[in-house]
């Protein structure tokens, strides 16, 4: 069974029969975890790096920003019964989207504040398709860990 992960949101799991998909990774971040013993996973589509932009909306919806969206997506994984150590961490999006004159860089500045945030936590990504100017679906299944992207003009990939 599919669980939709829209914009600015996060769902975690360890029923074996879901599967998580968010869609639209253009300029947002894509952040999945699985735990490879508990088997739980989640998925964390973020839009922007930073709350104090937007404090109150950071408030009423912390999946939006990459600094309150991460650590609720690793503590809800953590409630479910996984370990950090045994995490594995895939990361999709940050293209240049919709910004061809590059002013804003969305997608390089979320990718810059994740990679900031997990070396802080000693966190390693196992795998990861970032950049360029795709948009990307994300795919996780929870019984299995497999981590599938649909790039778009490029088809299926497992990542």
Known sequence: ?????????????????????????????????????????????????????????????????????????????????AVKRQMIVKVAGGSQVMDESRVFNIGKRNYAALRKIFWRNNILIDAEDVGGTVNRTMRLNIATGETVLKVSGQGFKTL
């Open 1 to 81: 069974m599919d669980v939709i992960i829209g914009i600015a949101d996060m769902k975690v799991s360890h029923d074996p029969d879901v599967t998580l998909v968010t869609y639209s990774l253009g300029s947002c971040i894509g952040v999945a975890v699985y735990d490879t013993v508990a088997r739980v996973g989640g998925i964390l589509h973020y839009m922007l790096p930073e709350s104090d932009v937007n404090p109150v909306r950071a408030k009423t919806n912390p999946y939006m920003f990459a600094d309150t969206g991460i650590p609720m997506l690793f503590k809800s994984c953590y409630k479910l019964g």
